[in-house]
Nanobody
């Protein structure tokens, strides 16, 4: 399983960026995929997640109304559209994934905000917002 994030970069405050998480070896159709971010010296914190198969989403309060998570099942890719960016959004952004359904195991429910529940991680992409 490999997750590859892309799309990070430098943007001015108030601007927008879209980061992508492309998966291979794991179908996002039967997985939960989450975005987390890590500030220097801190643990990864939850940003947003999308649940299979109905696409239910969840957001951290700090990004609600500004960020939007979406997925393209055909491309096996999850996106995080980030609008009205603030300097405090500067961090390394990671996507995590976990298969949550199997024909034998059925559905595995978990708290999408818990980073310890995710099995697979990407390498991260830096997002820097200048003031």
């Amino acid at each position: 399983v490999q997750l590859v994030e892309s799309g990070g970069g430098l943007v001015q405050a108030g601007g927008s960026l879209r980061v992508s998480c492309a998966g291979s070896g794991l179908s996002f159709r039967t997985s939960a995929v989450g975005w987390f971010r890590r500030f220097p010296g801190k643990e990864r914190e939850f940003v947003a997640a999308v649940w299979w198969p109905d696409g239910t989403t969840d957001y951290a309060d700090s990004v609600k109304g500004r960020f939007t998570i979406s997925r393209d099942n055909d491309k096996n890719t999850v996106y995080l559209q980030m609008n009205t960016l603030k300097p405090e959004d500067t961090a390394v952004y990671y996507c995590g994934a976990r298969r949550v359904w199997g024909p034998i195991t059925g559905v595995y429910n978990f708290n999408m905000r818990d980073r310890n529940e995710y099995v697979h991680w990407g390498q991260g992409t830096q997002v820097t917002v200048s003031s």
